[in-house]
């Protein structure tokens, strides 16, 4: 079987090119100053961690944590699962995952984390979700494409509205209360550029009808959609500090 962690190293610069970056105003709710980011990919969040502290951030895949170094020069990045990564002695104020706290190991996740932090630190769980708006049309008439290829594909699939997202975060008793902010924002894309985006998700890597589906996508927004789709982010900040 496929470890589908492994699949976003297998094109970095692609992966570096395609995911957008967080919203801004998202940063103004932490604070430093020894900051530890997991699994930072190509650094999307650690350049704006940098901005509040010093970041020692721990990726799995080399070439991600390569670009990282690139984007972010200020961090210090370390190739290691995270979920088996000795952690230092020295207790951290802010520990940050962003769109990746559900690869970790969901029997020990909260514990390294709470781990990590000294007490009264913080832990900031990201998470960006695709929600109904944008061009709407598009992601209705996608979703033959992905039934055609994909066979995993539930029939008529919809997208949710941002509202009827749940508010997650583990239930722990090593952290109080989680606090929740939302975002929501939407980005264009040409075709290409949606192209590029879709190939950086875990589950089109691995699909092995990828290029068919992803060639039946491309047709479907240049023929039907001008060559130009719209979508819809919600992304989720979690914060919750260590008893």
């Not at 990919?41 to 650690?46: D, E, H, N, S, W």
């Not at 984390?113 to 709407?136: E, F, P």
């Amino acid at each position: 079987m496929t470890d589908l962690r492994s699949t976003f190293g297998t094109d970095a610069a692609r992966y570096r090119r395609a995911r957008p970056a967080y919203p801004a105003e998202l940063f103004t709710h932490l604070t430093g100053p020894r900051i530890l980011e997991i699994a930072p990919g190509t650094g999307q969040a650690t350049l704006p961690l940098t901005a509040l502290g010093h970041v020692t951030a721990v990726e799995l895949s080399p070439a991600l944590a390569a670009l990282a170094r690139v984007h972010a020069p200020a961090a210090d990045v370390v190739v290691a699962d995270f979920d088996h990564w000795p952690l230092p002695s020295d207790a951290f104020d802010l520990v940050v995952c962003a769109t990746a706290f559900h690869w970790l190991d969901p029997a020990t996740r909260m514990s390294r984390c709470a781990a990590a932090l000294r007490t009264g630190g913080v832990l900031a769980v990201i998470s960006t979700h695709h929600v109904a708006g944008g061009t709407s049309r598009f992601f209705v008439d996608v979703q033959e494409c992905y039934e055609r290829w994909d066979p995993s594909t539930p029939p008529n699939l919809r997208l949710s509205p941002a509202a009827a997202i749940p508010r997650e975060f583990d239930e722990s008793d090593l952290f109080g209360r989680p606090a929740f902010h939302r975002f929501e924002w939407e980005q264009a894309y040409d075709t290409e550029a949606y192209a590029d985006l879709l190939l950086t998700y875990s589950n089109h890597i691995a699909l092995p009808t990828r290029d068919r589906l992803i060639a039946d996508i491309r047709s479907l927004i240049d023929t039907r959609h001008d060559g130009r789709v719209v979508k819809r982010y919600m992304t989720q900040l979690a914060v919750a500090t260590r008893r």
